[in-house]
Antibody, heavy 121, light 110 residues
Framework: EVQLLESGGGLVQPGGSLRLSCAAS????????MNWVRQAPGKGLEWVSA????????YYADSVKGRFTISRDNSKNTLYLQMKGLRAEDTAIYYC??????????????WGQGTTVTVSS | QSALTQPASVSGSPGQSITISCTGT?????????VSWYQQHPGKAPKLMIY???ERPSGVSNRFSGSKSAHTASLTISGLQAEDEADYYC??????????FGGGTKLTVL
């Protein structure tokens, strides 16, 4: 069964750092475009970042560019999101999601259950 | 990149059809056939319902269909059922090689 399992969320102070992980099973993560999408409490979906399957090209929303870094460890079949300089507005449920193809064009067919990040003092 | 524009809410009775619109620009919806639609029930992760404007993933009911005209995409749900009540989001690939979502539409089945 194809599955994604996020972890690493928690409470962090403004300006702090956190690394989210997304463990994939049932498919080879490096063959597909992978994304992080977040949802603030009571709000809609916001795309955060993506990494292509081949070549590992990375893409970022303007709201996180320079603060967040997406990466993957092929040996562990795991996707990461390193977050630095966290702000209150980064508080959200963070989902990892798999694209249907190797190039992240936004057809996200498999989603994890999400991990909650709360930025507060 | 501004969010795509969706109506905040739509409603319909069981058995009826409804359409949710999603308006963008030439830099997103108007420029690419990479529009997707997602269904999200409360407390759950989103589920892909339509991709590439009108393609249905395996397992998604054929009551769901998608289309696009110029800068506006649409999701139509026919034969409304109680379980269709959920939030629906559109998304599009953009000219900046990013992804943009709509603000979401709450569907109420009366």
């Amino acid at each position: 069964e194809v599955q994604l399992l996020e972890s690493g969320g928690g409470l962090v102070q403004p300006g702090g750092s956190l690394r989210l992980s997304c463990a994939a099973s049932g498919f080879t993560l490096s063959n597909y475009g992978m994304n992080w999408v977040r949802q603030a409490p009571g709000k809609g979906l916001e795309w955060v970042s993506a990494i292509s399957g081949r070549g590992a090209t990375t893409y970022y929303a303007d709201s996180v560019k320079g603060r967040f870094t997406i990466s993957r460890d092929n040996s562990k079949n795991t996707l990461y999101l390193q977050m630095k300089g966290l702000r209150a507005e980064d508080t959200a449920i963070y989902y990892c999601a798999k694209d249907t193809g190797s190039w992240p064009r936004g057809a996200l067919d498999v989603w994890g259950q999400g991990t909650t990040v709360t930025v507060s003092s | 990149q501004s969010a795509l524009t969706q109506p905040a809410s739509v409603s319909g009775s069981p058995g009826q059809s409804i359409t949710i619109s999603c308006t963008g620009t030439s830099s997103d919806i108007g420029g690419y056939n990479y529009v997707s639609w997602y269904q999200q029930h409360p407390g759950k992760a989103p589920k892909l319902m339509i991709y590439d404007v009108s393609e249905r993933p395996s397992g998604v009911s054929n009551r769901f269909s998608g289309s696009k005209s110029a800068h506006t995409a649409s999701l139509t749900i026919s034969g409304l059922q109680a379980e269709d009540e959920a939030d629906y989001y559109c998304s599009s690939y953009t000219s900046s090689s990013t992804l943009v979502f709509g603000g979401g539409t709450k569907l109420t089945v009366l």
